[in-house]
């Protein structure tokens, strides 16, 4: 048991993704400046994005430390960036809209949410 715990405790200590956040190859300053233009703060509640105190959709803070996206999607880059561009492919009839993002638009957007920890 001692070594199980122990191999658990290194295994812990050792994870990149416990201290970073995982490597989207997006841009998070554009990111932030993107989810202000697309208008996610109309629905949701976003730190460090100007007007984004939406209560319609869920509140963004945290996001990048969730294990599921929608409920259902493992919380991973490529998920984050399939979900903000096809919310609807995801879950169909939720109320999170289909904006029309870019997938460079999506990495972008994906690298600012995966800041907020």
């Known amino acids: 048991m001692r070594l199980l715990s122990l191999a658990f405790a290194i295994t ?6 416990a201290a970073q956040p995982p490597e989207t190859g997006g841009d998070p300053a554009r990111g932030a400046a993107l ?5 996610c703060g109309a629905c949701h509640q976003i730190p460090g994005v100007a007007d984004a105190d939406g209560l319609v959709g869920p509140p963004l ?12 999607l493992r919380n991973t880059p490529d998920n984050m960036m399939f979900w903000v561009r096809h919310p609807q492919q995801v879950v169909p009839g939720n ?13 972008d957007i994906t690298a600012y949410l995966y800041t907020l920890r």
Do not use: E, K
Not at 95 to 107: K, L
């Open 12 to 17: 812990l200590a050792s994870s990149p993704a």
């Open 35 to 39: 989810i202000r233009d697309y208008g």
């Open 61 to 72: 803070s945290n996001i990048a430390l969730r294990v599921y996206l929608a409920g259902m």
């Open 95 to 107: 109320v999170m809209p289909d904006m029309g993002v870019t997938a460079p638009d999506a990495r």
